[in-house]
């Protein structure tokens, strides 16, 4: 299977990122007319009830939500694209989900990427970059990975085009391998922001 070209990778991230703002815009929506209904509602004197309130609360919370996500949503997809254009894609044949839990930032799987080199498949800590909390169709036929090990990467998979954003599960298990990798490796991995311990 060959990997997706330069041309393939652009509109893979075009693609996610239409799929953000969407996302991003049906939400301004909703939650937009959860406010403004129960404001509506109480001008024109059509319905006076206690439930107001709660709909106007639900569309607040749903904003500050929304404002809390999105930036990091954003962040992710823009780390995605600096290791994609860094990275050479490598088949993998397969990712098996393990175990999986939710957290503020969205859920977050612990997955096991199959490699063909013995000792090479550890286990990784794996986050969509659209913050979904849905594992991605398609995943155990095979995904495209680019990145360092030690340093994690970006999971692409081709039948969903879903962004996962990996790092190794057990992050100090491999920092003898992240400390003895020569001065380029560590400039990539610095350069797309895999060098550093977030989440």
């Not at 937009?32 to 509602?41: D, K, N």
């Not at 970006?154 to 391998?177: G, M, N, Y």
Request: proline share 6%.
């Amino acid at each position: 299977m060959n990997p997706p070209n330069a041309v393939e990778v652009n509109r893979l991230l075009k693609r996610n990122y239409s799929i953000l703002i969407r996302g991003f815009l049906l939400r301004l929506v909703i939650f937009g007319a959860l406010c403004a209904t129960p404001v509506v509602l109480a001008k024109t004197g059509t319905w006076d009830s206690p439930v107001l309130a709660v709909l106007s609360v639900a569309g607040i919370l749903g904003f500050v939500l929304m404002a809390y996500r999105f930036p990091f949503a954003l962040l992710s997809l823009r780390r995605c694209g600096m290791v994609l254009k860094e990275y050479p894609l490598e088949f993998r044949s397969g990712m098996t989900k393990k175990s999986e839990s939710r957290t503020k930032y969205g859920t977050v799987f612990t997955v096991r990427v199959k490699a063909d080199e013995r000792g090479r498949s550890p286990l990784m800590r794996a986050v969509d970059a659209l913050e979904r909390h849905r594992w991605p169709e398609g995943a155990e036929g095979g995904v495209w990975f680019a990145g360092d090990l030690p340093f994690g990467g970006v999971v692409v998979v081709p039948h969903s085009e879903t962004l996962l954003v990996v790092r190794p599960q057990d992050w100090d298990k491999f920092a003898p391998e992240r400390e003895q990798a020569d001065a380029d490796r560590v400039e990539k991995a610095k350069r797309t922001r895999l060098a550093q311990r977030v989440r």
